[in-house]
Each structure stands twice: as C-alpha cells, then as structure tokens.
C-alpha cells in the first residue's frame, strides 16, 4: 500500500513512560509498552479516545478516557477494495470537515496520539541529500496530536481500527524546515476535542490553527531515521546539519512524497 501525497509528520516517536502517559492524560489504566524511537505508517500506535459510555456533559473538564492501539494510516469506511488506496496518514485541519475520507470522522471519531516529538526532513533542490530533523513539544514531556479514527470492515467481517494526523499551516521554528506541522492539543483543550457527543465541529475550529510556541527549535539529526528498521535511541541525537541543508526550503519527508497516482473520473480515488 502506498502512502498517500501528505503535508507532514511521516514518522514520529513515542519514548514517554507508560506511567506518565497515564497520568498526562487522565488514563485510568493503560498496558505497558516500550520507548519507540522510530514510529512509521502502517504501524500500530497508541491513540487516546473518550470511553463511548461515559455520558459527557458540557463544561466536564476530564472525561473518562481509554487507550488502545490503531494502525497508522487511516482507511475511510466508504472502501470497498484496499488494493491500490493511499495511506492517508495526515488530513489538512483547514479541509477535513469537508472531506468524504475524513468528514465522518471530524464529527464523531476525534482522538488524540501521544508523541514524545516527530522527524521532518528538509532539502535544497532534488540533487542535494536530505536532512532530517527532530522536532518536540515546546512544553511538556509529551505531545499531544490532534487525530482521526476510522473502523474499517472488509467483506470478511474483519475489522482495522486506523488513524490519521492532523496538520495545520507551520508556525514558529519548524516553519524553517517544513510548511506544515502537526495540529497540538494544550492540555486543556483535549476534552474538548474528545467530546464528539456535545462539542460540535464549528467549536473546536480554533484548536486547529496551531500557534507559534507549539514546537521547539528543530535539531538535526541522522537520516538513519529514514529506514524503519533503524529504532535506535540514536535517531534523536542531535548532529551536525548538511552544509547544504542549513539554507533549504521545505521538503517531503521520504515517505509522504508525492506518489502518482492514475487518474480516474470517478470510483473511490475520486472520493479523497
């Protein structure tokens, strides 16, 4: 499966304890797991949602909340056939409401994915190698990202839950590296994400916007980072940058590149 042309945020790591999780986002419990130095689509992450039962009220502040696992790259329940669609691993903030991939899914499928920070990666011009560079939380150990889920069912009954990012127009220091970024949830605007039950998509239109103090000053690090099988602890030490990498204006990642795609009048590629 390829991954569809996306804006930003094509891996990510998550190397918080499990404890700390828990107690950053009112988790009630929550299985143990190990630090993940390299989070890459198609794989399973942890997604933070609002317990179905939980009768959420306006103004509640901290809502019963559960964590489970999803695979990155989220499959609108529209699909019929898997074979040949995109990996839709980002939505645009400024978009998605209206999107048939993603409408629902603004409306009554709003979660959250803790990260640790993301890699994103920058270039000059398409002969000149890329730099790859980290980017964490300005404040707080742990981020957390606005997302999307879907529950898709194929024709043998069989069920994925899958996931995807939010990313809104860059701000700040990461704007140097790439024009999007990741939409971050301050900790008190998550319940209000959440909350699908009592919180309309108009209400929470100004937690997408993104704000300049999201995201610290992105670090270089090595393109070891581009190979999935790389899960080193290494992958967020800081390195000196390409010579021609300090200049560079936005780039794709390695894996949300443009990828071509054939053009159909209709079907459901015409749908994204």
């Not at 200049?247 to 053009?263: D, F, I, L, M, N």
Request: aromatic share 6%; with cysteine; net charge neutral.
């Amino acid at each position: 499966m390829l991954c569809h042309a996306t804006d930003v945020c094509g891996r990510f790591a998550l190397i918080a304890e499990p404890e700390l999780v828990a107690e950053m986002f009112s988790l009630l419990d929550i299985d143990p797991f190990p630090p993940r130095y390299n989070i890459a689509p198609t794989q399973p992450v942890l997604i933070i949602r609002a317990r179905a039962s939980n009768g959420n009220t306006r103004g509640n502040n901290a809502p019963d909340r559960e964590a489970m696992l999803a695979r990155w790259g989220l499959i609108p329940g529209w699909v019929k056939d898997l074979k040949g669609f995109p990996t839709l691993i980002n939505a645009r903030a400024e978009t998605a409401a209206e999107k048939p991939s993603f409408r629902n899914a603004m409306r009554q499928r709003r979660v959250i994915i803790p990260a640790s920070g993301f890699f994103e990666w920058k270039r000059d011009d398409k002969d000149k190698p890329l730099q790859a560079y980290w980017v964490r939380p300005k404040r707080g150990q742990v981020a957390a990202f606005a997302a999307l889920m879907e529950t898709w069912s194929g024709p043998d009954g069989s069920q994925i839950d899958t996931v995807a990012v939010l990313t809104t127009e860059a701000k700040g220091p990461i704007a140097a590296v790439h024009d999007r970024m990741p939409v971050l949830l301050q900790p008190e605007h998550q319940s209000r994400w959440l909350d699908t039950q009592n919180v309309m998509v108009p209400e929470i239109a100004d937690l997408l916007i993104g704000h300049v103090d999201d995201y610290a000053e992105p670090i270089a690090v090595s393109n070891a980072v581009n190979k999935v099988a790389n899960m080193s602890a290494d992958n967020l030490v800081e390195v000196a940058p390409h010579p021609d990498a300090a200049a560079a204006p936005p780039a794709q990642s390695p894996v949300t590149k443009a990828k071509s795609r054939p053009k159909k009048p209709g079907g459901q590629m015409s749908l994204l």
